[in-house]
């Protein structure tokens, strides 16, 4: 369900306070007439900061900390954000502060809002866009993410007076980080090199239906330690416009690319994607060589979307039932019944031949994933491999958690347009469940691949 309290719904804009990550407002207001800048005293009775101080990464936990405010008083914190095509996102809480007039977000807990309960991320990954339909996505690397973190007195958050302002930056990029653009052959996409020395251990990183070039899985992952190709494969400059056929000679292409790339540990490469990303992952496994390790999250074990060829194999699109499209009490579509089951023999034909695969598995699954039955796939694709000597792979199943698992605190997309379906449809997940999975299945993504290609551990993700 996508509805916002209309405090999230006014389309109020946000504050940028020039380069530096945040800003403090305990000093008068900068006002601006005519392009000159002026002094005006601001209503503002205490300082909002975020430590660490410096700007950090997007998956790196922050500790907010509002001080100078009278003992016990009521206040409203929120948090807005802009993406990059001007959506409005925002999330907001209810606290006390304590006796000495502080209040700190990892001691403090919500009364209520956007979330409830001690959450010290809670502003993060509860917010919500302004517009329904939206998902939060970074679509510049180079650029960081601004989030206004603002203090109001009482409960009322319309009602409220402002006390303090905070802005606060979040990038993809750690510093040192190389992000070098691919035109090699047919290979359209964007490596991303750790500042160490290397080799370093390789990852492709492909993304699901939606098409285009999204780098900020990638940016992030190369920030721990690995050399990580970020690949489009449709709709993006002289790519095909669609994937009704997909060839995997262009997938071998990008993996060979990467295998043989100065900077990048061998023999094999890694292999990370998510929702139709996720099944691709699963069939270059099982047809190519050179793939050591693969993590699917949310991914099918059936060809969905377009036929696949390879080396004059072909894999159809499984068939759906358009009939079996629901339609939830709110409006929204649900197409989690479409596909036809894999087990069917009528479509054998489109099963992924997994048990070909070389390489070790981890299945990260959202138990309330809406697009497909993700975890019956995980399961199957588990049996076929079992069934062929092969490696049993590793499942991890998260409760109450949806289909898009992003990096952490990215907030949950509950729903937003299908590209295939051409409506928008729901993808499941409850928002505090499916955050902490999140946390959680990056860690393991870190964890796997570590273990499976080498290399020296990056920094994880620092607890907070």
């Given at each position: ?9 006014r ?6 306070r ?36 410096s700007?950090?990464?997007?998956d ?42 502080e ?27 302004e ?6 996505v ?11 973190l ?8 319309e ?13 993809f ?23 160490e ?9 492909i ?50 690319y ?22 691709l ?18 991914g ?11 080396k004059?194999?072909?894999?159809p ?12 009490k ?12 894999p ?9 992924i ?7 070790a ?8 994933d ?6 019956l ?24 958690t ?16 299908h ?46």
């Open positions: 369900m996508m509805a916002s309290s209309p405090a999230l719904l389309a109020l804009g946000l504050f940028p020039g380069p530096k990550s945040w800003a403090w407002l305990t000093r008068p207001a900068m006002v601006r007439f005519g392009g000159v800048v002026s002094w005006a005293p601001a209503r503002t009775a205490a300082t909002v900061t975020v430590e660490p101080a700007r950090c990464r997007w790196e936990p922050v500790r907010i900390v509002a001080r100078g405010l009278p003992p016990g008083q009521s206040v409203t914190l929120r948090a807005s954000l802009r993406d990059e095509k001007g959506a409005l996102f925002r999330a907001h809480a209810r606290y006390c502060a304590d006796a000495a007039g209040l700190d977000l990892t001691r403090s807990p919500a009364l209520g809002g956007s979330f409830d309960g001690l959450e010290p991320m809670g502003l993060f990954w509860a917010l919500k866009p517009k329904p339909f939206l998902r939060l970074k679509r510049d690397v180079q650029t960081p993410f601004a989030v206004e603002e203090v109001f007195d009482g409960h009322e958050l009602a409220g007076r402002l006390l303090g302002r905070a802005v606060h930056e979040r990038d990029l750690r510093p040192g980080v190389r992000r070098e653009p691919v035109r090699a052959g047919r290979v359209r996409a964007t490596l991303f090199l750790p500042p020395p290397g080799p370093f251990p390789g990852i492709v990183d993304f699901g239906a939606g098409g285009g070039l999204l780098e900020y899985r990638a940016s992030l992952l190369a920030g721990k330690g690995f050399a990580v190709l970020a690949l489009a494969y449709y709709n993006y400059e002289d790519l095909p416009k669609g994937m009704e056929t997909l060839h995997l000679e262009y997938f071998e292409e990008a993996v060979n990467l295998r043989t790339h100065s900077q990048v540990k061998g023999p094999g490469v890694g292999l990370l994607g998510i929702s139709k990303g996720g099944e992952c699963v069939s270059m496994a099982s047809f190519l060589k050179g793939i050591t390790a693969a993590v699917i999250i949310n099918s074990v059936i060809n969905v979307g377009g036929t696949l060829h390879y004059g194999e072909t894999l699109t499984v068939a759906l039932d358009q009939n079996r499209i629901k339609v939830t709110d409006g929204f579509v649900d197409i989690l019944d479409v596909f036809n089951s087990l069917e023999e009528s479509d054998q034909k489109s099963f031949p997994v048990e070909r695969a070389e390489s598995f981890l299945f990260l699954v959202g138990q309330d809406h697009n497909w039955k993700s975890e796939y995980a399961n199957e694709a588990s049996k076929r491999l079992q069934a062929h000597g092969k490696e049993k792979p590793q499942i991890i199943c998260y409760p109450e949806g289909h898009y698992i992003e990096p952490p605190y990215f907030p949950l997309c509950q729903a937003s347009m590209t295939l379906v051409g409506s928008p449809v729901i993808w499941g997940g409850e928002p505090r469940a499916h955050a902490m999975a999140q946390v959680d299945a990056w860690k393991q993504i870190q964890i796997f691949f570590h273990k499976h290609l080498g290399g020296t551990k990056g920094t994880i993700l620092p607890e907070l």
